[in-house]
């Protein structure tokens, strides 16, 4: 439910309904907007009972059922857009961010150059995968803890943030310790033991759309992040199952405008993994951020050719650069301006 507070408020009576909110068994979030302040009481279904002894406390101008199942990444309380910050930029506030980086971190050579050129091309954050959800267990699994102080190194030698994707609840504190950024995968989009622990983590979390979900079951895994007091959650459209087989997932293009129609985080897409081949790459970023995304996630590669893992849609490094080119003519028509850079 959602408690509307009085502009008067004493400071007590405010203390006293949060504690009254807690007493009741609820979770209150307090979003102090412009003209009001908002407290997101998060709990079970209230009952018109105990929305009529809300009512009835000191400062409380209204009482209203939040209509979505997901409460915290809904518009109704937080009807302000949540900017998630980064030591080179933030996203959610207008500005367009790019994180880039190989599929999977393979050896110090060859992070470390994807992260210089990255970088030069005017990438924001590194991303590479030290622990990989492989669909065959014969698979390249990834370098694990080696994987991740690769990346460790490579952000001490560019200033970029990484971004890592975390596959289970056991490994967040270790990726939460070198990562800035955690992922969390199609495959774990609903793993809701790790959404909870990526929530407790104090890590930005960066959440891809299963590959099987709904938009409002995407919602609902993000708000499992949130409700552990976890404010900062980048949501990644990467492509769902269809009959088409042209291209290895389907871009889901509308999910750009309805989850902004939807919630106040910020929206990036993931070409690569949707079209699964580096000619459709970029199409499908500037198809995105035409229909209003915040930010991309895409893979490139020193050696395409020779990478472990999703060799056919990582981009070469002129590919890359072009790809930042195209965004730099595309991005004032929509009147975006890059995230401000290191
Ligand atoms: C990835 O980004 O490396 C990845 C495995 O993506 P997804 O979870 O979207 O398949
Ligand atoms: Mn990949």
Known sequence: MLIVVKPGITKESFAALLEEIERLGYIPHVSEGERHTLIGAVGAPPTPELMEHFRALSGVD????????????????????????????????????????????????????????????GAHMLRGGAFKPRTSPYAF??????????????????????????????LVDVVAEYAD????????????????????????????????????????????????????????????RTFEKATRFTLDV??????????????????????GRRDYVTPLALAGVAAGADGIIVETHPNPEEALSDAAQQLHENEFAALMEALQRLLPALEKKPATHV
């Not at 939040?66 to 518009?75: E, G, N, Q």
């Not at 500005?95 to 050579?109: I, L, N």
């Not at 999910?255 to 939807?262: H, R």
Request: net charge positive; charged share 20%; aromatic share 6%.
């Open 62 to 121: 209204q009482v209203i059922r939040i209509s979505k199942p997901y409460k915290l990444a809904s518009w109704e309380v937080h009807p302000e857009p949540t900017v998630v910050f980064f030591p080179t930029g933030s996203t959610g506030n207008g500005r367009f961010m790019v994180a880039a980086g190989p599929c999977g971190v393979e050896s110090r050579e060859q992070i470390l150059t994807a992260a210089r050129y990255v970088r030069k091309h």
């Open 141 to 170: 699994q990834g370098l694990g803890i080696e994987g991740l102080k690769l990346l460790a190194e490579a952000r001490a030698e560019t200033g970029l943030p990484v971004v890592t994707e975390v596959t289970s609840p056991d």
């Open 181 to 240: 950024v955690l992922q969390i995968g199609a495959r774990n989009a609903q793993n809701f033991a790790l959404l909870k622990a990526a929530g407790g983590s104090g890590k930005p979390v960066l959440l891809k759309r299963g590959m099987s979900m709904t938009l409002d079951e995407f919602l609902m895994a993000a708000e499992y992040v949130l409700s552990e007091g976890n404010p900062n959650v980048v949501l990644v459209e990467r492509g769902i």
């Open 254 to 275: 509308s999910a750009v405008p309805v989850l902004k129609s939807q919630t106040h985080l910020p929206v990036w897409i993931d070409p690569s993994h949707a079209a």
